[in-house]
């Protein structure tokens, strides 16, 4: 069975208004994501990446157009749909970590467990998660500041599996680490994808990208799909793109 869209966009615009006049920060993107791809999104500094992938995480709300994650329409969900989706579809994972200060190591992992499951993890899932990161329980009681940078972005990403998510939406997530540590961080989420969670990944860093199957690029907010080097269909065919530049002769535009 071929893999099912887990992320589909069609036609999305942000705009944001300025006094200085309308930023165009996504201009009418239409792409598609498969269940247990990686995907890097690359593209100039100012070019609409972290744009988009907030409008994936519904960090932010477009201005038009629809976005779909698992087959449901996001536009179209109460807020307690939305709340469950970022609770247990998505995880997030930041360049700057955005672990919160005054929690320990281990109390930034268990707050959106404790968010999800309303008790204690008297299992012992957190423990066992950071564990499988290198963070020991001594290190666990640290509070972020405490750690090195790479020891914070392995607390976010076991925070972001807690509650085993369908997909990581990262951004940046190398780019405040050294070229050792982000190949460990890479390392871990290639490990994450073939265990079949969907990875989708910003990225200003080539070596970053050639970690995923595929790479989608943006300039002035505008996408266009690349496929991976073994592929040798149309990306545009798959994904339904009409501005996938590798497809130029074949696009509807
Ligand atoms: N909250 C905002 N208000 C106004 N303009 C914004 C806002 N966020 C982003 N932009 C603008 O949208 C464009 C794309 O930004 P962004 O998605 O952050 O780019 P990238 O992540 O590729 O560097 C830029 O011109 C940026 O200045
Ligand atoms: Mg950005």
Redesign the pocket.
Known sequence: MSPAPIIELEEVTKI?P?ASGD?V?LDHVTLSIDEGEFVAIM?P????????LNQIGRLDVPSSGRLRIAGADIGRMTDHELTDLRLKTLGYIFQKFNLLPLLTAFENVEYPYLMKHRQNDTAGVISRLLGSFGIDPALAAHRPAELSGGQQQRVAIARALVNDPAILICDEPTGNLDTKTGTQIMETLTDLNNRGRTIVI?THDPTVATYADRTIT?RD?RASLRAAASSSSWPCAASGSTSCAPCSPHSAS
Do not use: E, M, P, Q
């Open positions: 944001y300025l930023v920060a593209g500094s100012g070019s609409g990446k972290s744009t988009l910003v943006i907010g």
